[in-house]
């Protein structure tokens, strides 16, 4: 059967990816979902000094220490931008790459230059009024559009973010390119045209896209409809 990395995105931890594992898992796959520095359980590790980089690194060692071979590397949201840096940097372990509602940057760009500009606005704003200055506070459930009764469980579960992993530019050697079967899963039910262009950008480009009329966390919202898209790379 086949290895799946499902990577979350801001604000989250490994928590998020419970219903899809379980199903995933059910049907006889490997499925790891580390939780990032500084985040969900790991939040205890929270410092300024956590970036991207710390966050490719989480990814590329969990692939290297547990051996993993022809991975199927999921990232949502900020983890589109997580995965592909580490793909970038172990190519050789991976067999596709599946973005969902994810940021999918080029060689130099950040996390920000994803971002519409009232949201970045509205992260340095908040790290300076509620994170010192380095942390962004977690966007609430309700705007992510997560369905009404996951929210309370959803809120009590993010955590900050350090301010570092959406301002850190993510260089590319082209080592990625190599990895040929990608697609992009848009969830249809949240507004956000940067996504859009994403998708279509994958559209343009012959890669196989999807689209689930849910809420930004399609994790949560729809993990039946998730599981049998995922499925389809196994």
Known sequence: MTTFVLVHGAWHGGWCWVRVAEKLR????????????????????????????????????????????DVVLVGHSYGGVVITGAADRVADRVKSLIFLDALVPGHGQCAMDLRRPEQVEAAYATARAKGAGWRIPPTTAAA????????????????DLPLACFTEPLYLSGAGDAIKTRAYIRAAAFPAPQLDTILEKFRADAHDTYAVDCGHDVMVDAPDELTDILVKYA
């Not at 000094?49 to 966050?55: A, D, G, P, R, V």
């Not at 992510?144 to 959803?154: I, K, R």
């Open 26 to 69: 059910a049907a006889g796959h490997t499925v790891f979902t580390p939780t990032l520095t500084g985040l969900a359980d790991r939040a205890h590790l929270m410092s300024p000094t956590i970036s991207l980089t710390t966050h490719i690194k989480d990814v590329v060692g969990l692939m290297k220490w547990e051996e993993l071979n």
């Open 144 to 159: 992510f559009m997560v369905n009404e009764a996951d929210q309370a469980w959803v809120d009590g579960k993010c955590t």
